[in-house]
């Protein structure tokens, strides 16, 4: 394996850990309300956060990728790789029935495309529904920080990357991410000012 590759999954990993603890937020409903999925929450969460971990930690020296065709690997691997650990609250929870259907509702999330097979969203528990709230923010943010395209730092070695450049893994995304947090807490204001009971209708 190449110092790309571990890269890679260095930074996979970093994914992963981000989408177990979001997992874990689902916990906070599950509690409030009794739903009965908190452990389910729990052992989706951990088992994400843990496998993120792992692939971190094992490569934590990695932290540049050198190329091209391998960045948009990592793009492609990023949606995949996070939709399929996307399924387990669906299906520990038995809010969905199949893999192939838990697969089509965890990626219309992260893809922020919002299409579902559920028949009565407002029937699941409240932490699915919380988790299909948050892996639409995580699809959000996702796409972005690939709209405003990747940063590349020069680095010494034209040979690498046409124009001398690598991409670098560790990136300062503070702008995109305070943009993206500000309009998620201006939206969250909005909603509690006007109530929640205004965001539903009635088919």
């Known amino acids: 394996m190449n110092n790309d590759s571990k890269a890679l999954l260095r930074l996979l990993g970093t994914m992963l850990m981000a989408e177990g603890v979001a997992m874990l937020s689902c916990l906070i409903p599950a509690l409030h309300f009794h739903d009965g999925t908190w452990l389910q929450m729990l052992l989706a969460g951990a088992f994400t956060l843990s496998v993120g971990f792992s692939f971190r930690y094992s490569f934590r020296q990695f932290r540049m990728i050198r190329n091209k065709r391998m960045s948009y690997l990592l793009v492609v691997l990023i949606w995949v790789v996070l939709s399929f650990f996307g399924v387990l609250p669906f299906l520990t929870t038995g809010s969905v029935s199949s893999f192939t259907d838990a697969f089509f509702e965890s990626m219309s999330g992260l893809t922020s495309t919002g299409a579902t097979i559920l028949e009565d969203v407002q029937a699941v528990p409240s932490s699915i529904l919380l988790w299909r709230s948050m892996s639409q923010w995580i699809g959000g943010f996702g ?35 305070c943009l993206y947090s500000r309009i998620s807490e201006n939206e969250a204001i909005a909603s509690s000012i ?4 205004n965001l539903t209708y009635d088919q």
Request: charged share 20%.
């Open 143 to 177: 796409i972005m920080l690939a709209s405003c395209g990747p940063r590349k730092a020069y680095n010494g070695d034209p040979s690498v990357l046409p124009y001398g450049h690598a991409m670098r893994l560790e990136q300062n995304r503070k702008p995109e991410t």
């Open 194 to 197: 006007g109530g929640y009971n």
